[in-house]
């Protein structure tokens, strides 16, 4: 069993859809985060969560709204999305924030918008 | 502010060569530094890390350089095989604690 989870692996919608990624950790960790890959660029981070509470929101559209029920799971909800936003949304787990130290990153999801 | 940068895009390396792969950085206060793999269609892997109080750290085939004087990290890869064909990341923690993270060079691995 891999250490952070991400469901759907692969995300195809519209403008109009909504729609949400998960991500769980089974790693006993207190940090969840959510970066964007876009192509030859460097990870974007978009969010930070400490032991469930939002710690960090880097200049993200309302157009994405994360959720963090518990410490194991972290969601990302998807409402009325661009083209641009077309990417690899990939989730991470660190055992503290700040002073994260290593990052251990999900597969990611792949989105497209149409 | 923070900058973490590559030297290059992509690196092309014969199978058996030695590969450099080199990162810049511009605060001096970062404390830790990681190199990342990821291969395509799948997550980040973590290779190996490297303290501020190091200047050499060897793994399995990899060996990470620091160099604080001019704020240059580089990973180097023993042997190269069709198998360390990806993306390599490199990251800092800034004076924050987060993560920095460079954009990536993508190593092609010729037969």
């Known amino acids: 069993e891999t250490g952070v989870t991400q469901t759907p692996r692969h995300l195809v919608m519209g403008m109009t859809n909504k729609k949400s990624l998960k991500c769980e950790q089974h790693?006993?960790?207190?940090?969840m985060y959510w970066y964007k890959q876009s192509a030859k660029k460097p990870l974007e981070l978009m969010f930070v969560?400490?032991?469930?509470?939002?710690?960090e929101n880097n200049s993200v559209p309302s157009r994405f709204s994360p959720e963090c029920p518990n410490s194991s799971h972290l969601f990302l909800h998807l409402h009325t999305l661009q083209p641009e936003d077309s990417a690899l949304y990939l989730c991470?787990?660190?055992?503290?924030?700040?002073?994260?130290?290593?990052?251990?990153f999900g597969e990611g999801s792949r989105l497209t918008v149409l | 502010g923070e900058s973490v940068g590559l030297h290059l895009p992509t690196l092309s390396v014969q199978e058996g060569d030695n590969s450099i792969i080199n990162c810049a950085y511009s605060?001096?206060?970062?404390?830790?530094f990681i190199w990342y793999k990821q291969e395509s269609g799948k997550g980040p892997q973590f290779i190996i890390d490297?303290?501020?109080?190091?200047d050499k750290r060897q793994g399995q085939r990899v060996t990470v350089l620091l160099n604080k004087t001019v704020k240059h990290l580089s990973l180097q890869i023993a042997a190269t095989q069709p198998g360390d064909s990806a993306v390599y990341f490199c990251?800092?923690?800034?004076?924050?604690?987060?993560?920095?993270f460079g954009a990536g060079t993508q190593v092609v691995v010729t037969p």
């Open positions: 990251a800092l923690q800034d004076s924050w604690g987060k993560l920095q």
């Open positions: 490297i303290r501020s109080n190091m």
């Open positions: 969560y400490s032991l469930e509470e939002r710690v």
């Open positions: 790693l006993g960790h207190n940090a």
């Open positions: 605060n001096s206060a970062s404390d830790y």
């Open positions: 991470a787990s660190s055992q503290d924030w700040p002073n994260t130290g290593e990052l251990f």
